[in-house]
């Protein structure tokens, strides 16, 4: 199997891997923030905060894979 | 209950991060050139759209009385397409390069991170807030 082979294989690979990865940690992280929010209602605005920010960063993984995907896209012959 | 990490937190985080870009963008014009200078900055302000999205997103889904629908349908009728394909064209402009994209992108995530970094090391968060100074008893 030779160098571009490789990359057509391992590059849609990277990004199923990242998309699956972020889907499962925004998943429980969702999932856990909605039992905390109805544990305490009241507090729903520093775990709204807590869950904005690890969605963005989350998402952020993502696109970071997405950019590397586009990056390393060219170099596919 | 302490506002400090409040949701407060995240429109100071955003206030701050515009501000940093529009400082950044003279001297980046100046020092970096023209397109590496908009490029970072066009990361920027799509980084910043894109967490004003998912945070109206989340404030108008998940919150104790339920979901406002026609809203969040709005939202991601708003966020997934067009900004997701916003952000395909900045990457495909040819004057581009993807690392001013991605610095400028990340620019956000570099500021939350300080502003929590200051919080912790100047100890903000464990002072008494003035309005939970309960007062000693005789």
């Not at chain 1, 490789?6 to 039992?35: Q, T």
């Not at chain 1, 709204?48 to 995907?69: D, N, R, S």
């Not at chain 2, 889904?61 to 900045?90: C, D, I, Q, W």
């Amino acid at each position: 199997m030779d160098y571009q082979a490789m990359l057509s294989w391992a590059l849609p690979m990277g990004v199923g891997l990242a998309a699956v990865g972020s889907g499962l940690g925004l998943g429980r992280a969702v999932g856990s923030a909605m039992e905390a929010i109805g544990r305490q209602p009241e507090a729903s605005g520093k775990i709204q905060t807590a869950m904005i920010i690890g969605a963005a960063l989350i998402e952020a993984l993502t696109i970071y894979a997405l950019v590397v995907f586009f990056m390393m896209f060219g170099k596919i012959g | 209950m302490k506002e400090n990490l409040d949701l407060g937190f995240l429109d100071r985080t955003l206030r701050t991060t515009g501000i940093v870009l529009l400082i950044f963008l003279p001297f980046g014009l100046y020092y970096l050139g023209v397109f590496p200078a908009l490029a970072v900055f066009s990361g920027g302000v799509w980084g910043i759209l894109n967490f004003v999205f998912i945070s109206a997103l989340v404030r108008t889904t998940f919150r104790a009385e339920g979901p406002n629908k026609h809203r969040t349908v709005a939202l991601m009728l708003f966020k997934f397409p067009l900004l997701y394909v916003s952000g395909y064209f900045l990457l495909k402009v040819p004057q581009f390069d993807v690392l001013p994209l991605v610095a400028g992108f990340t620019t956000l995530f570099a500021v939350m991170t300080l502003k929590a970094l200051g919080r912790l090391v100047l100890a903000l968060d464990d002072k008494e807030q003035p309005h939970e100074r309960v007062p000693k008893a005789l």
